[in-house]
Every structure is written in structure tokens, then in C-alpha cells.
T-cell receptor, first 115, second 115 residues
Framework: NAGVTQTPKFQVLKTGQSMTLQCAQD?????MYWYRQDPGMGLRLIYY???????DKGEVPNGYNVSRLNKREFSLRLESAAPSQTSVYFC??????????????FGEGSRLTVL | AQSVAQPEDQVNVAEGNPLTVKCTYS??????LFWYVQYPNRGLQFLLK??????LVKGSYGFEAEFNKSQTSFHLKKPSALVSDSALYFC?????????????FGDGTTLTVKP
């Protein structure tokens, strides 16, 4: 059982380039999320999707876009990468509110460096 | 607004000794509290949660946490530490059974268990 799968695991970009981080979960969860992790700053929510067909901004959405392609997949796009977006990105999923108490299941992370 | 504080960046203990990793929170409403563990170059893994009921909750790998409403704390504990417990630990909080993605994470505490 794969759980939450993220690709790519590593990526180096130049300033201004674009890229998409892919995420897929096989747990039939309704809700999916993108976080970034920076040293000493914990995890910060970028965007989330409470259910298929909906997306909402989190704490730090600027410079990012998302697509909930279907129930399994939730992608994160950087249209014009900046050095401040150098980070480790985590995708997570959970059951919908009211179905469970909402613990998150995380992918292994995507380490992005913007030069 | 909700917030989480992990006052210690680092906790060092000797193998076999008890360990405590501290967490305090601030929310408006009934808190749902979580602990997650992150091993190097891995995603976060759910350890345990407090939703309601008994203030002492037990989780994976022998960990437990005590919810203290008056002190707004949710400290993680283990009676006898193992070297393999060395990792980064995150406390997280959200209000009630709302969208789990609105969980707020602390900055993390690095636990080092020495042989």
C-alpha cells in the first residue's frame, strides 16, 4: 500500500522557470494538502482541497497554484520560481471532516532548490 | 487564530531515561491535538491524538501524551527512551472537527537519544 506518493523527490530550478509537483494518494481520502517545510518554521499550509472539485488558499499561497485533478491527485505548480521558494514540499491527505478526527498522512517530500 | 508553541528546539536524553517533549497551544474552541514524528529525509508520521475523553492518550512506539486544559499543554512522553526515538517531533492543533488541513504546526523539537 503506497499511501501518498510525490514526484519528483528532488528538483533544481533556475529563477523564473516553472514546474509542477505531483501528488497521488491511494487511501480514498477526500481531503488533500500541500505544505512547505523550512528550517525552524515548522510546516506551513500552501493550499488545500477539502474534496474533489474544491481548492482553498492556506497560509502561504502566493506564487503557487494547485489543481485537484480527481479524487486521487492534487498537483502544485510554481509558475515562475523564486529563490524564496527553495524548500521541502509535502503533500498530505486525510479523511473528510466528520468522517474521522483528521490526522494527516504525508508523502515523503519533494526537495526543491531555486537558484 | 490558533497557534502552537514548542519551547525547546532540542531535547537530549540518555537511552533508558524518560523523555518529555513540550507543547502548548492556543485556540478558540475545543482543541484537537496531534503529535507527528519525522525521521531524516522522510515525511511526517502520525503518532497520537487527543480529541476528547481521557487526558492521557497512548500512541505508537510506546509514546503517550497528557492533555492539560488548564495549562493548555499537550506534552509528549515516553517512560524509557530508545536511540531509535531520535527524530524531529511536531505538535499540531486544530479546532474541533473542521477541515483537517487547517491544522497549525509547531516549529518542531529535535530529540536526540544518546546510548
Amino acid at each position: 500500500n503506497a499511501g501518498v506518493t510525490q514526484t519528483p523527490k528532488f528538483q533544481v530550478l533556475k529563477t523564473g522557470q516553472s514546474m509542477t509537483l505531483q501528488c497521488a494518494q491511494d487511501m480514498n481520502h477526500n481531503s488533500m494538502y500541500w505544505y512547505r517545510q523550512d528550517p525552524g518554521m515548522g510546516l506551513r499550509l500552501i493550499y488545500y482541497s477539502a474534496s474533489e472539485g474544491t481548492t482553498d488558499k492556506g497560509e502561504v499561497p502566493n506564487g503557487y497554484n494547485v489543481s485537484r485533478l480527481n479524487k486521487r491527485e492534487f498537483s502544485l505548480r510554481l509558475e515562475s520560481a523564486a529563490p524564496s521558494q527553495t524548500s521541502v514540499y509535502f503533500c498530505a491527505s486525510s479523511e473528510a471532516p466528520g468522517v474521522s478526527t483528521g490526522e494527516l498522512f504525508f508523502g515523503e517530500g519533494s526537495r526543491l532548490t531555486v537558484l | 487564530a490558533q497557534s502552537v508553541a514548542q519551547p525547546e528546539d532540542q531535547v537530549n536524553v540518555a537511552e533508558g531515561n524518560p523523555l518529555t517533549v513540550k507543547c502548548t497551544y492556543s485556540v478558540s474552541g475545543n482543541p484537537y491535538l496531534f503529535w507527528y514524528v519525522q525521521y531524516p529525509n522522510r515525511g511526517l508520521q502520525f503518532l497520537l491524538k487527543y480529541i476528547t475523553g481521557d487526558n492521557l492518550v497512548k500512541g505508537s512506539y510506546g509514546f503517550e501524551a497528557e492533555f492539560n486544559k488548564s495549562q493548555t499543554s499537550f506534552h509528549l512522553k515516553k517512560p524509557s527512551a530508545l536511540v531509535s526515538d531520535s527524530a524531529l517531533y511536531f505538535c499540531a492543533v486544530r479546532v474541533g472537527n473542521t477541515n483537517a488541513g487547517k491544522s497549525t504546526f509547531g516549529d518542531g523539537t529535535t530529540l536526540t537519544v544518546k546510548p
